[in-house]
């Protein structure tokens, strides 16, 4: 075998970091992130049936500055799982597998999961003023 100097298996320092290899970092990142941060929708939806008590605990830590910090967290989250699992799904079928359409779906899903967390946070945040 020629001795070429590279390593026989890569390692992440190798790699040029690409908007590609984000996503697909990204992606298994926020899907064991949306797993976590569904546990505060379930406490949400327990604290309903528990009563106003209980309810009134979970608005007061959800509406805090750290709540709230933590609930645009998740939506951007969620958000960019979603989109970046509708570009997989597309890929799937066959398409968008060039390097020009791989790293225009990948900085797509990233701004649209940034411009859907934007449209939902303005409507929660100035909806809520309304």
């Known amino acids: 075998m020629a001795q070429t100097g590279r390593p026989l ?18 992606h298994r990142v ?8 569904s ?10 049936a528990a009563g106003p008590e209980a309810f009134g605990t979970f608005t007061s830590v959800a509406g805090s ?19 970046n699992g509708i570009r997989h799904l597309v890929q799937d079928t066959g398409a968008g597998y060039a ?3 791989f790293v225009r779906s990948s900085w797509l899903s990233i701004v649209g999961a940034i411009v ?4 939902v946070w303005g409507y929660v945040l100035l909806g809520a003023q309304a």
Request: neutral net charge; hydrophobic residues 55%.
């Open 9 to 26: 298996s890569p390692h992440l320092q190798v790699y040029k970091w690409q908007v590609q290899m984000v996503s697909s970092i990204l």
């Open 30 to 37: 926020t899907g064991i992130l949306n797993a976590v941060g």
């Open 39 to 48: 546990l505060i929708i379930v406490w949400g939806l327990a604290s309903i």
């Open 65 to 83: 500055p750290f709540g709230t910090v933590v609930m645009v967290g998740w939506t951007l989250n969620f958000f960019y799982h979603l989109c």
């Open 99 to 101: 390097i020009e359409s």
């Open 116 to 119: 859907l967390t934007a449209l």
